[in-house]
């Protein structure tokens, strides 16, 4: 079964604490069904001196969100910051001349090839 958020796609987080967030994925663990979404769940790290970083210290990165806690934005809609279920699609896969891809149930229009 193919997966329906793939790397680089927009969502919006719909459920945490961090809800009404939008950013883009910049990685998926299919392991353990999260994904990291670009300046969304920061947290801070307290990290020891070594070779890559000499002087240690407090670093900022993002944390994972549960898969089931983001919605694929649909294509076409606004840049709005303000989450409403009419921004959002779901995902579904057909077709096309011998090729299968994925589309936006919203409006139909094609989001890439699986």
């Known amino acids: 079964m193919a997966w329906k958020l793939k790397k680089g796609d ?3 987080v719909v459920a945490g604490d ?4 939008k950013g883009k994925i910049s990685l998926v663990d299919r392991k ?3 994904v990291i979404v ?3 769940n920061v947290v801070s790290r307290h990290v ?3 070779m890559q970083n000499p002087e240690g210290g407090v670093v900022k990165k993002e944390a994972s969100i549960h898969i089931s806690n983001v919605a694929l934005v649909a294509p ?3 840049e709005s910051f303000h989450w ?3 921004m959002t699609t779901k995902i579904g896969f057909r077709f096309e001349s011998d090729v299968k891809v994925r589309y936006a149930k ?7 090839v699986v």
């Not at 961090?18 to 967030?21: A, L, T």
């Open 38 to 40: 670009d300046g969304v």
């Open 10 to 12: 927009d969502v919006f």
């Open 76 to 78: 076409g809609t606004g």
């Open 18 to 21: 961090h809800k009404g967030s």
């Open 32 to 34: 353990k069904n999260r």
């Open 84 to 86: 409403s279920k009419k």
């Open 48 to 50: 020891k001196p070594s």
């Open 106 to 112: 919203r409006d139909g229009s094609v989001l890439g």
